[in-house]
């Protein structure tokens, strides 16, 4: 048989990577059908092939060898995102499970503002409640240079390591994608990565009529979060410990987020200035060299630095506290949440003339954080008399 292909995609955060592995996983017989066997995995992504090189298991790397040497298929794809974090040391130990087979590896770049702007969202979504510690720095401290450590904005240095790890294979390449509709092959993720593994026109398109048939129904794989729906997720993780009531709240959050600021962005502007100034000729340079052109990114960012506005905020407040008691066993440290207070009040004066219990169940969140503010405790004392006389009519 010809030599076996191993295809490498090392996935930056926020580059539609779980896009890539959640296809992949669906479409695995199809893939198999052209010659392209996705490794199996209990997860969407090959967590567990990083977990043995960080941990020298080599068990499961030669297992993983065996697995590929003996397929049918000529192709073989693995994909993870912290594959992009590695040294020299754990990209070696993961490269020594393929000698003898030519190694593809794909990664895809973003503009640094919308990458940095999109997991601030992402990292709230997933770690408030988990890390409530953290989501206390990224609202209160603001401190974006000890938040974004520059290195894993480092394109260049990333994209070397793995040159250096690819010098002694022959017959493998880096394939760099750029995460943009401009860049993108067709303007679509999809069609571009399974164009740089060799597909063909026509197999790409089969392949993305059947998944778009097998996924029906289920949304986009990974939607971004607008500031009022971060806002009221981080307000929700700093106000209770209670990890079940947060994983409820949370949903009930994901689900009513009306999206109307998901290209919206808390990050400073000038700090994402910063961070593209720092890279430019970096990223010229590799502009030049992998894409024969002087600029990387051909689009426009598209994440600008806002606030939330006080009508999404509303919206969201409006389908999460119709029950006040999912904020019942509060925490008591309070302090540093004032900043929410007048949004959870206008929030509950914008509902009073339409919805009173939606806006008593805003005034208590409010009364959680400011138990003696006047006007709070005055207006729950007034809704709860107008919604105890409506129900006695």
């Not at 069609?191 to 197999?203: A, M, N, Q």
Request: proline share 2%; charged share 30%.
């Amino acid at each position: 048989m010809s030599e076996k292909v191993v295809f490498l995609h090392i996935g930056l955060d926020k580059t539609g990577s779980t896009a890539i592995q959640q296809s992949c996983a669906l479409l695995s017989e199809e893939l198999l059908g052209y010659g392209y066997y996705w490794i199996p995995t209990r997860q969407v992504h090959h967590g567990f092939v990083s977990r043995a090189v960080k941990q020298g298991d080599k068990a499961v790397l030669n297992d993983l060898r065996r697995t590929i040497s003996t397929s049918d298929a000529k192709c073989h794809l693995l994909s993870f995102e912290g594959f992009y974090r590695y040294g020299q040391r754990h990209i070696e130990t993961l490269l020594s499970a393929f000698k003898g087979f030519s190694v593809q590896v794909i990664i895809y770049l973003r503009q640094r503002p919308d990458k940095m702007s999109s997991g601030l969202g992402q990292r709230l979504k997933f770690e408030s409640g988990a890390n409530p510690a953290l989501v206390k720095d990224l609202y209160q401290k603001q401190d974006y240079h000890s938040i974004f450590k520059p290195e894993v904005f480092d394109y260049p240095s990333i994209v070397k390591r793995w040159e250096d790890g690819l010098a002694n294979f022959g017959n493998s390449q880096m394939h760099i994608g750029i995460y943009e509709k401009e860049s993108l092959r067709r303007g679509d993720l999809l069609v571009d990565f399974y164009t740089k593994i060799g597909l063909k026109d026509s197999e790409i398109d089969h392949l993305l009529s059947r998944y778009e048939a097998k996924r029906s129904g289920e949304g986009q794989v990974n939607p971004s979060l607008s500031l009022a729906a971060q806002d009221m997720m981080a307000l929700c993780s700093m106000l209770t410990n209670d990890i079940v009531k947060l994983r409820k709240v949370k949903a009930l959050i994901q689900e009513s987020d009306n999206k109307e600021e998901k290209n919206q962005s808390r990050v400073p502007e000038e700090f994402l200035r910063e961070m593209d100034e720092r890279f430019k000729a970096d990223d010229e340079a590799l502009a030049k060299k992998y894409f024969a052109r002087d600029q990387l990114f051909l689009g426009e960012t598209k994440f600008r630095h806002a606030e939330a506005s006080e009508k999404t905020f509303f919206h969201i407040g409006n389908h999460l506290l119709s029950n006040a008691d999912q904020f019942e066993d509060l925490s008591d440290d309070k302090s540093g949440f004032d900043s929410y207070v007048e949004t959870l009040r206008q929030s509950a004066l914008l509902l009073e003339k339409t919805d009173l219990k939606q806006a008593l169940g805003l005034m208590k969140l409010a009364a959680e954080i400011r138990p003696n503010g006047p006007f709070i405790r005055g207006k729950i004392r007034e809704y709860q008399e107008k919604i105890a006389q409506s129900i006695n009519r």
